[in-house]
Nanobody, 119 residues
Framework: QVQLVESGGGLVQAGGSLRLSCAASGSIFSINAMGWYRQAPGKQRELVAAITSGISPNYADSVKGRFTIARDNAKNTVYLQMNSLKPEDTAVYYC?????????????WGQGTQVTVSS
C-alpha cells in the first residue's frame, strides 16, 4: 500500500508564509497525481491544489496567485508553498496521492497537518 507523511504546518500571522511537504512511500510503481485538500471546522473538505503528471497544476480560486504546488518525482514528494496567508486559510491540510500499485491504483491520504493563520 501507500503511506503519506506530511510536515510543515503551524501557526503564522496573516500575510506570512508556510511550506507543506508530503512524502509518499510503499509499494509504488508510479504516482499519477498528488495534491492538497483542506477542511476547516464545520466545512467540507475542499481541493486546494493538485498536480498530475503531464498536466498543469490545478488550484482553487481562493488560493490562486498565493499558493504554489510542486512535485519532486524522484522523491515521491509534493510541496505546497503558501504565501500571503489569510485567516480564512486556517484548516487541517491533507495530502492526497493517486498511485499505481501492483493491484491497480490506490488513493492514499495523509494524517493531516494543522495550519492556523492569526489576524
Amino acid at each position: 500500500q501507500v503511506q503519506l507523511v506530511e510536515s510543515g504546518g503551524g501557526l503564522v500571522q496573516a500575510g506570512g508564509s508556510l511550506r507543506l511537504s508530503c512524502a509518499a512511500s510503499g509499494s509504488i510503481f508510479s504516482i499519477n497525481a498528488m495534491g492538497w485538500y483542506r477542511q476547516a471546522p464545520g466545512k467540507q473538505r475542499e481541493l486546494v491544489a493538485a498536480i498530475t503528471s503531464g498536466i498543469s497544476p490545478n488550484y482553487a480560486d481562493s488560493v490562486k496567485g498565493r499558493f504554489t504546488i510542486a512535485r519532486d518525482n524522484a522523491k515521491n514528494t509534493v510541496y505546497l508553498q503558501m504565501n500571503s496567508l489569510k485567516p480564512e486559510d486556517t484548516a487541517v491540510y491533507y495530502c492526497h496521492a493517486n498511485a499505481r500499485i501492483i493491484l491497480g491504483t490506490y488513493d492514499a491520504w495523509g494524517q493531516g497537518t494543522q495550519v492556523t493563520v492569526s489576524s
